[in-house]
């Protein structure tokens, strides 16, 4: 009994001082028990899975990165960066200015501001044109200016929109000064027609005979903000239907020439004729 007594003693000591030694070196060393170890592991602290986590349902979900609900949505209409400028073209008849190439008569050569209007109350109307009626139909408001006006060769804008209200009885267009890219621009936009008057040979076109004409009219049927580029009805050449000037040069072509036989413009003086539909 005493040598039974004695082991069990004994063995109570080991047991006694072997929880002492786990329980010591637990605590030096951060040692856990596995059932906490395993809790751990269960919320995803161990270095394997550091860039997401696992929900109590066990669904893995992203640590860092938003879900597409919660990233704001920004839609191209207010963004500058993706907007594209609004493009617009206008049907426009079109024909020149010396209509059949007669371009060694000084009555056609000079006919850029009649062409332009007759081309512009087309488009009012909503009619086409041979060029056997735009030759006819330059010939009789030529014409005209003679019998009203007395003889001139150029014609400033202001003197341009008495043809419309004068000859054509139409008075839905006015003159609007000191313009520029913008102003055209925004015209078009509300869907009217611009007739400007300006400098060709800025416009290095060509299809003028060089240097081009200094003192010149043409109609501005739209623009395309792609491009950066004005769309035009140019009557002083047979390949003058949409044809596009970049916005830089044909804003520097800009000026409003005086009316009369050459008559030097006034620089930076700008304007353009707008003609709105019915």
């Known amino acids: 009994m005493k040598r ?31 059932g906490e170890q395993n809790s751990e592991f269960a919320q995803g602290t161990s270095s394997d899975q550091s860039d997401m986590y696992l929900n109590p349902s066990g669904a893995t979900l992203p640590s860092s990165e938003p879900s597409a609900s919660q990233t704001p949505q920004v839609s191209p209409s207010s963004n500058p960066v993706s907007q594209t400028p609004k493009s617009i073209l206008q049907s426009v008849p079109f024909f020149a200015q010396a209509p059949f190439g007669e371009w060694d008569d000084i009555l056609f050569q000079n006919a850029c501001e009649e062409a332009s209007v007759i081309m512009a109350m087309h488009w009012v109307a909503k009619t086409s044109v041979t060029k056997e009626q735009a030759k006819q139909e330059i010939l009789v408001l030529t014409e005209f200016e003679y019998k009203t006006y007395g003889e001139n060769i150029d014609i400033s804008a202001e003197d341009t929109i008495k043809l419309f209200k004068d000859y054509y009885k139409y008075n839905n267009v006015f003159v609007r000064k000191d313009i520029g890219g913008a102003e055209i621009k925004e015209q078009l936009l509300k ?22 004409p200094d003192h010149h009219m043409l109609v501005v049927i ?28 044909f804003e520097a072509s800009l000026i409003d020439y005086p009316t009369g036989n050459d008559l030097p413009a006034t620089p930076g003086q700008t304007a353009m004729i707008v003609v709105m539909p019915k």
Not at 227 to 248: L, Q, S, W
């Open 191 to 212: 869907g009217n027609l611009v007739i400007v008057p300006l400098d060709g040979r800025i416009l290095k076109n060509p299809f003028y005979t060089p240097p081009g």
């Open 222 to 249: 739209g623009y395309d903000g792609k491009t950066n580029e004005f769309i035009t009805n140019d009557v002083g050449t047979r390949h003058g239907e949409k044809y596009r000037y970049g916005f830089a040069r």
């Open 4 to 34: 039974r007594q004695k082991k069990t003693i004994i063995l109570i000591a080991v047991l006694v001082i072997g929880a002492i030694a786990i329980f010591g070196l637990n605590k030096r060393f951060g040692f856990l028990p596995w």
